[in-house]
């Protein structure tokens, strides 16, 4: 089993609809998470840190739900820009932290 | 601006010639790590480093060296690249153990023939 599991997608949507996606850990000893966006062939880049009591930024939402270790990201009103792959990390505690990466969800955002 | 600058962004080279991939940062992180994705198998890390002088193996290290002798600096090196190594790499950089969140550069397309 994957330390961390995505569903690859694509999730494919019309704009201003809302999606979620959700990611699968299996380490419970797991303890900062991250969603990351990435663009075709370019960087990742940081999209927003979650926190236990969920937290929000514009139209987009992180939850964390440590009992059933998996984490979500919701996105409301979706615009064209959206279409990426959206990376989930987790990190241990294993001397250091240690990032694991999903392998990513990719959304389309249709006109 | 806060970055971390990676070069070259794009390099094919042969198998066996010895090449380096700089990294960059000038944002005073301790934490420095390596990446490299392939289709379907994600972000994988090779080498990690606390601060300077202080390194660790990740992942997938075989093939791949690295030094810190500056806190600024991470380069990647490989020694004997092989076709298997035809990947993108990423460097990226964080605060204090690599809590908060990494800021990642523009990333190397290196393909090795």
């Known amino acids: 089993r994957k330390e961390v599991e995505q569903d690859p997608g694509p999730f494919n949507v019309p704009e201003g609809a809302t999606v979620a996606f959700n990611c699968t850990y299996s380490n419970s000893a797991s303890q900062s998470f991250f969603w990351y966006r990435q663009d075709c062939r370019k960087e990742p880049k940081l999209l927003m840190s979650v926190y236990s009591s969920g937290n929000e930024d514009g139209r987009f939402t992180a939850q964390l739900n440590r009992a059933s270790q998996y984490i979500s990201l919701l996105i409301r009103d979706s615009k064209l820009s959206d279409s990426a792959t959206y990376l989930c990390?987790?990190?241990?505690?294993?001397?250091?932290?240690?990032?694991?990466f999903g392998t990513g969800t990719r959304l389309k955002v249709l006109a | 601006e806060a970055q971390v600058t990676q070069n070259p962004r794009y390099l094919i080279t042969v198998t066996g010639k010895k090449l380096t991939v700089t990294c960059s940062q000038n944002?005073?992180?301790?934490?420095m790590s390596w990446y490299r994705q392939d289709p379907g198998l994600g972000l994988r890390q090779i080498y990690y480093?606390?601060?300077?002088?202080?390194?660790d193996k990740g992942d997938v290290p075989e093939g791949y060296k690295v030094s810190r002798k500056e806190k600024r600096n991470f380069p990647l090196i490989l020694e004997s690249p092989s076709p298997n190594q035809t990947s993108l790499y990423f460097c990226a950089s964080s605060p204090w153990r690599g809590s908060r969140g990494y800021t990642f550069g523009s990333g190397t397309r290196l393909t090795v023939v």
């Open positions: 480093s606390m601060n300077v002088e202080v390194t």
């Open positions: 990390v987790v990190t241990s505690r294993r001397g250091t932290y240690k990032y694991i």
């Open positions: 944002m005073n992180h301790e934490y």
